[in-house]
């Protein structure tokens, strides 16, 4: 049987009321020669039941399960050695593709052989129209730096790569050992996962946008449970500053975690914001991104 270019790879985790719309746009690339693999990570919804109604609509469909809930790491691991592509494409069970997706990403790895990994923007969508879009420095029609660099730039100031609609150059992924860290809480798995690629092999930006990301504020997300974010946030700064000293400063550390505490403090209620505030005021008087929140903050009260 001949191999296909791209492997889709999906963890899914309860899905029903979002998958099909991910689906109907995997069939609707304009790149064909790709096989889907699912993995459905320990839930009885009706998850299965809705990918399988696709299955003649893939030139390969495979599904594999979980009989207990793993997590995200685990789940992509999974997934990552049971592709038959040269590329490996991620996508999400609540993401919308644009139809060029897959054949913009394969063009580039095929053209630039330094390059392991092809990411692009991602729209922000509120179920009624975009809301924001990310990365900014692709937004800015800039490109991504290499090796230390964007290493750096991923560490002090958190993942600036679409994780959702991100193209991987498998033998990068195979040659070099790597895999999706299970300990972490599965949303920050992304965010160590590029890091750790940003030292091995090129990261390339395209700036146009893949993807839409389901952002409405009814969805169930991993994601929406920001405790449970912050807290992996904070411990991936610790861990990575013991793992690469060599490359993480004092400073570095110090900057990426004021960089989680201003996320934090930009997600607090008013109350808990002005404690916030005056702690993060006490512990770095000096940097302006406090004073950006502060702004935005006030400015928000008076115009809203």
């Avoid at 993401?95 to 390059?115: A, F, G, H, I, M």
């Amino acid at each position: 049987m001949v191999k296909p270019k791209v492997s889709v790879i999906l963890p899914v985790y309860n899905g029903e009321n979002t998958i099909a719309t991910t689906l109907e746009s995997l069939v609707n690339q304009t790149f064909k020669d790709f096989e889907l693999v699912c993995c459905i990570d320990g839930t009885n919804d009706e998850s299965e039941i809705i990918i399988n109604s696709f299955r003649d609509k893939f030139k390969k469909l495979t599904i594999l399960k979980n009989q207990l809930n793993r997590g995200l790491g685990a789940t992509m691991n999974r997934l990552m050695t049971n592709t038959k592509g040269e590329y490996i494409a991620i996508a999400e069970q609540d993401d919308y593709y644009y139809t060029t997706r897959l054949e913009k990403q394969v063009k580039v790895l095929d053209e630039n052989v330094t390059v392991g990994l092809v990411s692009g923007i991602a729209d922000f969508w509120n179920g009624e129209k975009i809301v924001m879009q990310f990365p900014g420095i692709l937004v800015a029609g800039k490109q991504y730096p290499t090796g230390k660099e964007m290493f750096l730039l991923n560490y002090k100031k958190q993942v600036k790569v679409a994780n959702s609609c991100t193209m991987i150059r498998k033998n990068v992924h195979v040659n070099n050992g790597l895999y999706f860290s299970v300990h972490y809480p599965s949303i920050s798995v992304d965010w160590t996962y590029i890091m750790r690629f940003s030292l091995l092999s090129d990261i390339y930006g395209i700036q146009e946008p893949l993807v839409r990301l389901d952002r409405r504020n009814d969805r169930n997300s991993v994601t929406s449970n920001k405790n449970k974010q912050f807290l992996a946030a904070r411990e991936v700064i610790r861990s990575f500053k013991y793992e690469f000293p060599e490359l993480i400063t004092e400073g570095d550390y110090k900057f990426s975690l004021m960089t989680e505490y201003i996320i934090e403090l930009n997600n607090a209620s008013n109350i808990k914001y002005c404690f916030l505030f005056v702690k993060n005021f006490i512990l770095s008087p000096f940097d302006k991104r406090l004073y950006v929140s502060f702004n935005k903050r006030v400015l928000k009260k008076i115009f809203i």
